[in-house]
């Protein structure tokens, strides 16, 4: 026996392996199938790959619309039956303050409004997203800089991963339907 487990844990683990791998075949007879499947099984990504997804305004919407381009696996030359178009709010506030009321932590929230339109501007679509990310400000201001730049870009790459999972559970439901 390995690490101090008993003969009794051993088989007790086994047993329930066992159990898992006997009921796995009952799992696609009872719906559930990977949302981003692809090929012949039908998932989003053929979808995904049609999506246009147009340019958004500053920094953070050039961040945003990279990361979407990249999960959506979208760079490439598919027709773009689909038009993905994003209005972002964003504002930080101070949330840690030292007795002279310093700022010594922010929270930057962004919100994220898109809206799924097809090849004929018809809205197919639309939803909002949103996320916190924090940063602290510490003495030497590059590194502040270097922090709040870092904080943007984890927000919207956390925005990009609900936006796709938003769509990604939309066309599944379609599909289903």
């Known amino acids: ?19 898992a791998l006997a009921f796995l075949p009952l799992l696609g007879g009872c719906g559930f199938h990977p949302l981003y499947a692809s090929g012949d099984g039908g998932g989003t990504g053929a979808i995904f790959r049609a999506i246009y997804v147009e340019p958004i305004a500053d920094r953070s919407g050039y961040e ?49 409004h898109y809206v799924l339109t097809d090849a004929k501007g018809a809205v197919v679509t639309r939803g909002q997203e949103s996320t916190l ?5 510490v003495a030497s201001p590059y590194a502040t800089l270097i922090a709040q730049q870092d904080a943007q870009k984890q927000a919207v790459n956390d925005l990009a991963q609900r936006i796709r999972l938003d769509l990604g559970v939309f066309f599944s439901r379609q599909k289903a339907q």
């Open 1 to 19: 026996m390995g690490h101090g487990m008993t003969e009794r844990q051993t088989r007790g683990r086994f047993f329930v392996a066992l159990l």
């Open 64 to 112: 945003l619309r990279n990361s979407l381009i990249d999960l959506f696996d979208a760079g490439g030359r598919t027709q773009k039956t689909y038009r993905l178009a994003i209005t972002l709010q964003e504002d930080q506030k101070g949330v840690a303050l030292q007795t002279d009321a310093t700022i010594t932590r922010y929270n930057y929230n962004v919100r994220a």
């Open 133 to 137: 990310s924090s940063y602290n400000v």
